[in-house]
Nanobody
């Protein structure tokens, strides 16, 4: 079981940037495909970006060209660089394994890190 701790969220103005980090425990981190997710109030959780263990990436259309996902297997950390932020990006952001490839248990989710984009 990989345990996950997200950080780096905060309040930012439209057009601003944030860099989120997700630290993972567990010796098998490097072989897992990972993703960043977000959940806005009243909405379903959605996958916004994913990265395979060898660095192949996926982005949702809503963030393509603005967000960049990277990983450092030696540090067991996944990052999400978010640029040109919009109010619609306001949500709690989570990382986890890529749910397109793995079944995720309810207790596998961390606390998330909130991002608020507002002037």
């Amino acid at each position: 079981q990989v345990q996950l701790v997200e950080s780096g969220g905060g309040l930012v103005q439209p057009g601003g940037s944030l860099r989120l980090s997700c630290s993972a425990s567990g010796s098998i981190f490097s072989i897992n495909d990972m993703g960043w997710y977000r959940q806005a109030p009243g909405k379903w959780r959605e996958l916004v970006a994913a990265i395979t263990r060898v660095g192949t990436t996926y982005y949702a259309d809503s963030v393509k060209g603005r967000f960049t996902i990277t990983r450092d297997n030696a540090k067991k950390t996944v990052y999400l660089q978010m640029n040109s932020l919009k109010p619609d990006d306001t949500a709690v952001y989570y990382c986890n394994r890529d749910w397109r490839k793995y079944t995720l248990s309810t207790d596998s989710w961390g606390q998330g890190t909130p991002v608020t984009v507002s002037s």
